[in-house]
C-alpha cells in the first residue's frame, strides 16, 4: 500500500524540541520530493519545509529558518523534520507529503498543491 506515516508529536514547552519522522512505504521514496506542511484550526495548510529526490536541496519557510531542519534517509524510506526553539506560534497539525509526479528532481514544490500523497498528521502543541 502506498502511504506515509507520519509520527513524532507531542507536546513541549516553548523553547523545547522535537523531531518528527515520515515512514514512506509502497513507493521508490528516493524518486520523490517530500513537504512538511501544518495547520492550525480555521486555517489554511501551509508549508513548513520541503526537500527535494535528486540533491537534497531544501526549502523553508521564513517563520522556521534557523529553527527547524528537515532531512532525508533513503535508505529508510524516511523523512525527517527536527524542530528547535519552539514557540506557541508553532502549535499545529504537522504533516508530511510526497510529490509522486515529479521523478528525481532538484526542486520541491512550495504548495500543497504539489504533492499528491499526505500522511495522517502529528499533532505538535508547544506550551508557553
Known amino acids: 500500500e502506498v502511504q506515509l506515516q507520519a509520527s513524532g508529536g507531542g507536546l513541549v514547552q516553548a523553547g523545547g524540541s522535537l523531531r518528527l519522522s515520515c515512514a514512506a512505504s509502497g513507493f521508490n521514496f528516493g524518486d520523490h520530493n517530500i513537504g512538511w506542511f501544518r495547520q492550525v484550526p480555521g486555517k489554511e495548510r501551509e508549508v513548513v519545509s520541503c526537500?527535494?529526490?535528486?540533491?537534497?536541496?531544501?526549502y523553508y519557510v521564513d517563520s522556521v529558518k534557523g529553527r527547524f531542519t528537515i532531512s532525508r534517509d533513503n535508505a529508510k524510506d524516511t523523512s525527517y523534520l527536527q524542530m528547535t526553539s519552539l514557540s506557541p506560534e508553532d502549535t499545529a497539525v504537522y504533516y508530511c507529503?510526497?510529490?509522486?509526479?515529479?521523478?528525481?528532481?532538484?526542486?520541491?514544490?512550495?504548495?500543497?498543491?504539489?504533492?499528491?500523497?499526505w500522511g495522517q498528521g502529528t499533532q505538535v502543541t508547544v506550551s508557553s
Open positions: 507529503a510526497a510529490d509522486l509526479t515529479r521523478f528525481v528532481n532538484s526542486w520541491c514544490p512550495r504548495d500543497m498543491a504539489g504533492y499528491d500523497l
Open positions: 526537500i527535494s529526490s535528486y540533491d537534497g536541496s531544501t
